[in-house]
Each structure stands twice: as C-alpha cells, then as structure tokens.
C-alpha cells in the first residue's frame, strides 16, 4: 500500500488555520491582529491573490501587507487582476513580495515599468482578464485570497453586492484547493440582504474602520463629448449597427462609445432603429446609457462590476439588469468576460495608437499597463458556433464550411491628444515590449481580429479587404492627414468605395453638419440625473452644477 | 493626498523676479541677507536684464527665488511630501530636502552656470518640440545622427513636449525633416548652451569633484531625481543626481507621473511659476496645481488645506 499523503495542502491548512486560533473568535479576526495574524499565516514564497480591479479595491488588506515583518514574510507571488494601488508595489520595494501576475496596470504603470527595469519586481505574466481567472484553477492555484465584501454575518457568510465583480472567482480557486480566504468587509450584520458567497467558503472576516475603495471608473460626462466624436458615432450607427443589425453587444470606457449610447435615443430613434440593434449589452451600468434605457431601447444589461451613484436606479429596473432577491445588483466579472468574449455579437472600443495592419494598442512612452478585458471583448473566438444574424453577415467566403465573424470595431479620431497621430507605421508596444523583456509585444487588440475601424474620415470594412496589401490601403483611405493615411491615393479610394470596403459618410447618408452637440441625449450629467427620474446619484467630483 | 513642490529650470526667469518678492516678508528679508553675505552683492542687482543674459546669474536667481518661496510656504504651514526640480531646480529642491545647506548651494550653483555658459560660446543650443513621443524622438534622433552632427534628446518634459540639444543648424535639418506631419511646434530656443546631453559631460566631471568635498545630510523630503525619474531617498543618490543632471535627459514626464503614482495630488510651483504647473497640467490633468506667483502664502495655505480636504485618498 502506498504511504504517500494525498492530503498534504489540507493538512497544512488545517496547521496554518491553528497557529493563530488565539487571534479569532471563530471567523472573525479584529482589525489591531490583522498584521500578527498574516504573519503567522503566510508563509515565504506563497502565491497570494489580493482582490484589486480597476473598481474594487481590498484596500484595507493590500496597506495591512505592507506592514508585515520581510525577515517573516517574503518572496511572496502576488496575483492582482489590477494594480491600482500604491501598496501593490510599495510590498516590492520592502522585499515582501517578488513576483506579480497581472492584467491591468494603469494607475501604477510607470512604476512597474521602473521596478521591472531596477530588478525590484519580475513579472510572471500580464495576463487579459480570463487568462487570469483561468491560470487561478491551473497554474496560480493560491495559496491565500486577500478578498472584499461589504457585509457579513458571524458565521462569515458575505454579501458583495453591486460590486461583486472578481470576488467569486477568486474565492473559488482558492477555498476549493485548501487555500485560505481572508476577507475585509465593511460591516458585519446579523442577517444579510442576501448571500453572495457562503461561509463555507470563507476562513476569516474582518471588520474595517474604513470601507473598501470603490473607484467610479466608467462615468462619462457627457460636457467633454466632441462633435468630432458625435460624428463618429453617427458613421459607427449607421455604417456597422445598422448595416450588419448587432443586438448584442459590448462598449469600452471611452467617449467615442459614450456618444453612441446618448445618441441611440435620438439619432438613432430618426433613424428607426430601436428594437433593431443595441438591445442586449454586457456592460457596466454606464449612467450615459440611461437615456436609452428610459427611452425602450435596452432589453438587458450584464455586468462586470457596479458604478458608484448607479445602484439606486439598477434596482429600480430590474426588467433590465441582474439583480437579487433584495433587489441589488449582482455583478460578476468572469461571467460578463465570458459573455463579452463569446456570447456577444460586437465588441466596440478606442484606442491610442493603431498600426497600418489595425494592431492596437494603449501602451505608449513606455508605460506597462496592461488591457485588462479589453482583448477578452476585442477578439473573435474562432470556436464559435452559435449564429446571429450580425455574425453571419460577415461570412466573406462561399466555402460549405465558412462561419460567421464577430464584429470587433475600433473607432478612433485620427489625431490623438496634444494632436499625436493615432495611426502609426509601428506600435511604440513593440519597443516596450522589449524594453520589459516580454515574449511578446503589449498588442491590445490584434489586426487579424479587427472587422472594422471608424474616423471621422469614414468606415473602414477590413473584413473584407482581400490581403495585406488592400487592408492597408483600406486602414489608409480612412486615417485623414496622418503619415499613414497620406499614403492613401485617390484611386485606391474610388475603388474601394465602390467595393464596400470603406465608406465616407456620404455613402452612408451621414451628414457631417448634422454632427451637433445638440443631438446628444444628455448634455451634461445633471441631464443624465433628470433622465433617471433622480435615481441616479453621482459622486461628488461630477456633480459641476 | 501628497504635496509636490515644484522647483523651475532655466527658462523661467524674469527681469525683476527677485524685485518682485516683498522684502517686508522677514522670510524672504532672511534669505535675501543670507544670500548677500554669501554672494558679497546685493541680491536686487541679480535680476536685471543684463545680468540675466548670464546662465550662471539666471540659475543663482531661480535658486534664490526657490528658496524663497519654500520657505515662505513653510512659515505658513505647508508641507511637502515630494520635491522636484527641473535641471537648475534641483538644487533648490536639494536645499528645502535639506541635503545641501544654502550656503553650499549658492557657489555651486553660480559655478555650474559658469562652467555651461563657458562651454560652448557659439552655433549651440536648444530646441522645443511638440507633438511626439520621446521614444519617438529618440528614433529619430538615431537616424539623423548617422549623417548629420550629433543631436539629443535633452527634456521629456511630458508625453509629447521634448527638448532637444546639439549644434543649432544639425536641429533645424532635424526639424525640418520631421516637418509638420509629426510636429505641432517647433522652435529653436533662445539658449546657448546645449544642456542635458553628453556634450557637457566635461561640466558634469567638474561639478563631481566639487560636490565630492562637500559634506551631505540626509533627506528629510524625498526627491524626484531627473537624470533617472526615480525617487531618491539618501543623500548620496541626490549628490550623483545633481552632477549627472546635467550631462543627461531630463526625465521630468516621468518624475512627476511617478510622484502622482505614488499619491501627490497638489503641486506648487515656486516662484518664478507657470512653466512646470503647464506642464502638469498637461501630464496629470487630474492633479490640483497651485502657482506662488502673484499669490500670497496665505492664499496658497489656505488653497492647499482646501484641495487637501477635497481630495480624499
């Protein structure tokens, strides 16, 4: 018989989990042990997750790491889906941790960046958001979770709320594999709203003087859209919703997406498209999609996390979003990737800079920062199999075997900020990407993967273009008085105009002097507030009137 | 919420920015003395317009004018978390993070601007330009030095404001070359002296003998270094900063994006102010700026409490 253990990582939890009984009152550890009692649970060289995205933060939990004893605790793996926080790098610079797995990095991306050239951090891998989750069940088992909830109950049963965003996932690799799960919450209460996570799952809660940080990351004001961008919303209505009929669908976090959602109401109900297109979203609850939300035009919405001012009026439209028995909204990353990846007919998002091959990316002047969902969303999964009227028409080939393709639109204006063109000969991600020792160069959304690209110039159908060669000429026709787009000749114009492969806005029957700020649904966000019939409530720093 | 004080470089400079400073103010009648005694001159015969044709008189007034001010700020109360100054800047950033002492600073200082403005009388200088990336510039740079006389890239100032240094009429082939399909502005600098590149890495030999002998103390204020774009904690870090600074580019875009990664929200610039709180704005349009300039301290304490209170981390 075999004297192998098979229950070797329970058996050290179990060793872990008494090392500081002395500290807890069942499941509840008390703010002042939190140091001592990490230091007696962690272990050099763990592989630890700290719950941190680009919303929600485990704040409380990531400054406590920074006070632990480097001679007890280090060489630690640090998993975080978003470095957001000076601490997640400060635990580097004290040698508590040494290696980090990431998705996303653009509030401290110059420092990692930095750390990376001065040795101070190795990188395992920057990851999009699925690979992360995915990699946490096969090679970034954790060994702890560092987690957030707002409420939970003595037995240590959580509530996440709006925001529960990562916090499943996370949880779930690590209590099913004999990982301990830590988790700071802002209250703890006798009976729960509902349950998000059961206490079973759970090893320690603790309550926190201060609450989790919550970042209202994807509020647009509706002041700052140009009519530049107005245009372009109006080419990207007409020349791709329209014209392929996409219901479902997700948007980045940019203006150019804000301008279609306040446009639906207006533009596109002249144009009698509602119930047409836009029906069915993965999307956060982006205040500048109540208009059309108000006006019919949204069957569904999914979400990755919440929005902060938005949870009042979710709850009170639950015919739309995904709410819980006490009528909250239940966010969940991981599935609203999912859903983003595959279940979507188009993904439509900005970008800064984008090769004459339609590579693209938002890494410039050497700044490491990562996509987070964006290339998740920004691709066409070639396993799919399921058939929309959208994805089917954008079958080029007469083969007995042609699938259909998902929309994966960028729309960009051609000049950047501070006028830096946006379409480039070649990513500044490819010196980067060296520059940091990656395989591979920080490309956010492929070429290969791009069906169509939006300026102000006019639409660019790259699906269709036959070749490298009539692909460039086709990104080039529609890149205005970049150098790229100078390359462009008036004949190759005229003859992909007439092919369909682009298409200026009088093609469309896009007025350029329709393009007026006047067109928007709402003007500003107290528009937006008398919309949601005051259910919305921004936070203060949008709140200009 | 961090505080940055923001200390300006070359090209900031006024006629009459010392003249402009309220000698009623005994923080600033303490300095002036301080300066006097140790210059042997009257600090009102600095800011002239001739003495400002001088590089070694325009960096003594910046770094008067940045003591002054932190000073000024300091009797009010308000402190900084970081500090950071521009080339010539960082010597008063050194003095207000107590690494070198006034005294120690004001002949270095005159010395330094001797030491550039005899370096190369004639046909050298500096260009701004607007519209491309460092990286960018950089590329460029590389392929135009293989034919023509050697450029470089002296400021990233932010993501599309670079400085350039070399002989004037290799920068004018450069400029013209890349034209206006890259450049939004391009301008030949009113500056003889081609800083911040290896051209002057006899000045910065020279200025590491004379900081070798000088006795250093710790920071008690971390420095925002330009030569690296890192932040320095020692005193020594700071000492190699303030030679090599000057033979090498300036990292200002990234030693300010580093100093809001880890927390600064409000920066001041100290007098004579505008230059670096543009720039700021620019790279960090989320950072609350504050200029010295025509503003009394009192008015700064009391705009600083304010945005601290605001600004919640």
């Not at chain 2, 008063?92 to 270095?108: I, R």
């Amino acid at each position: 018989m075999s004297t192998i253990s098979w229950t070797t990582k329970r058996e050290g939890k179990a060793g872990r989990i008494r090392s500081l009984a002395h500290l807890a009152d069942g499941v509840v550890l008390k703010q002042e042990n939190l140091v001592e009692a990490m230091e007696s649970l962690l272990r050099p060289g763990d592989r630890v997750v700290l719950e941190g995205d680009n919303q929600k933060q485990a704040s409380f939990l990531s400054k406590a790491l920074t006070q632990l004893d480097p001679s007890k605790v280090n060489k630690l793996h640090m998993v975080i889906s978003s470095i957001s926080r000076a601490e997640h790098l400060d635990i580097f610079e004290k040698g508590i941790a040494e290696l980090i797995d990431f998705s996303f990095a653009g509030p401290q991306s110059l420092r990692v960046s930095q750390m990376l050239e001065d040795g101070i951090l190795k990188i395992g891998g920057v990851h999009t958001y699925l690979e992360l989750y995915g990699r946490l069940f096969i090679d970034l088992i954790p060994n702890v979770a560092l987690v957030a909830a707002e409420k939970a109950d003595r037995h240590g049963n959580l509530y996440t709320g709006p925001n529960t965003e990562d916090t499943p996932a996370i949880v779930e690799a690590t209590a099913f594999k004999d990982g301990i799960v830590i988790v700071q919450v802002n209250q703890i209460v006798d009976e729960l709203p509902r349950i998000d996570i059961p206490a079973s799952w759970i090893d320690f809660v603790v309550e926190t003087s201060e609450p989790y940080q919550l970042e209202p990351l994807f509020t647009r004001d509706p002041k700052l859209i140009s009519e530049l961008q107005i245009l372009i919303a109006m080419l990207t209505i007409r020349g791709v919703y329209e014209k392929h009929g996409v219901r479902s669908l997700n948007h980045g976090i940019g203006f150019n997406t804000a301008a279609i959602e306040l446009l639906l109401p207006t533009y596109g109900e002249k144009l009698g498209l509602k119930g047409k297109i836009a029906t069915n979203w993965v999307l956060n609850p982006h205040p500048t999609l109540i208009p059309a939300i108000e006006s019919g035009w949204v069957e569904t919405v999914h979400c990755f996390g919440g929005e902060v001012g938005m949870e009042q009026y979710v709850a009170a439209r639950p015919d739309v979003f995904f709410t819980g028995k006490d009528g909250t909204l239940r966010s969940n990353r991981a599935f609203a990737q999912v859903a983003g990846q595959y279940a979507v007919d188009m993904f439509v998002g900005s970008t800064l800079q984008i090769d004459e091959k339609a590579n693209s990316s938002t890494v410039v002047s050497g700044r490491l920062a990562g996509f987070g969902g964006a290339p998740n969303m920004g691709h066409d999964p070639h396993g799919r199999r399921h058939s929309s009227a959208a994805w089917l028409d954008l079958m080029t080939s007469k083969d007995p075997l042609a699938k259909g393709r998902k929309l994966v639109v960028q729309t960009v204006e051609t000049f950047g900020s501070g006028q830096t063109p946006v379409f480039v000969e070649s990513l500044d991600a490819i010196e980067v990407g060296k520059k940091a020792g990656l395989a591979t160069a920080p490309v956010m959304i492929y070429g290969d993967d791009v069906s169509h690209v939006v300026t102000e110039e006019g639409v660019a159908y790259v699906y269709k273009a036959q070749g490298e060669e009539e692909r460039k000429q086709a990104l080039a026709a529609v890149a205005g008085v970049t150098p790229v787009g100078r390359k462009s000749t008036a004949e190759n114009i005229r003859s992909l105009r007439e092919r369909g492969i682009v298409a200026f806005p009088e093609d469309l029957g896009v007025q350029r002097t329709e393009a007026r700020r006047s067109l928007l649904a709402a003007k500003n966000i107290q528009d937006l507030v008398e919309w949601s019939g005051d259910l919305y409530n921004p936070p203060a720093k949008f709140k200009n009137w | 919420m961090k505080t940055v004080f923001l200390f300006p470089g070359q090209g900031s400079q006024k006629v009459g920015m010392l003249h402009k400073m309220w000698a009623g103010d005994p923080v600033v009648k303490k300095v002036f003395a301080e300066a006097e005694q140790i210059l042997e001159m009257p600090v009102y015969s600095l800011d002239t317009a001739g003495k400002l044709a001088s590089t070694a008189y325009v960096q003594v007034c910046l770094l008067i004018a940045g003591v002054v001010s932190a000073r000024r700020l300091a009797a009010q109360g308000v402190q900084a978390d970081f500090v950071a100054g521009h080339s010539i800047g960082a010597f008063a950033a050194a003095v207000v993070s107590g690494v070198l002492s006034f005294k120690q600073a004001l002949p270095l200082v005159y010395a330094r601007g001797m030491l550039m403005q005899q370096a190369y009388p004639e046909g050298y200088g500096m260009a701004a330009l607007v519209g491309l990336t460092a990286a960018r510039v950089q590329l460029y740079i590389n392929e135009h030095n293989k034919t023509h006389s050697a450029i470089y890239l002296a400021n990233n100032n932010t993501e599309d404001q670079q400085v350039i240094a070399g002989r004037i009429d290799s920068m004018q082939v450069f400029i013209d070359s890349l034209g206006s399909a890259w450049l939004t502005k391009a301008k030949i600098l009113d500056l003889s002296v081609p800083s911040h590149c290896e051209l002057l890495n006899s000045v910065a030999a020279d200025l590491k003998e004379r900081l070798s002998v000088i006795e250093l103390n710790e920071p008690i204020i971390p420095t925002a270094s330009n030569h690296t774009g890192r932040l320095l904690r020692t005193a020594e870090t700071v000492r190699t900063d303030l030679w090599m600074g000057v033979a090498n580019t300036v990292k200002w875009y990234d030693a300010t994006g580093l100093l809001y990664e880890l927390g600064a929200r409000v920066f001041i610039e100290m007098e004579p102010s505008g230059v670096l709180i543009k720039m700021t704005g620019s790279s960090l349009p989320d950072a609350k700026v504050i200029p010295m300039e025509n503003n009394r301290a009192d008015t700064v304490a009391w705009l600083w409490n304010s945005y601290r209170a605001d600004v919640v981390e």
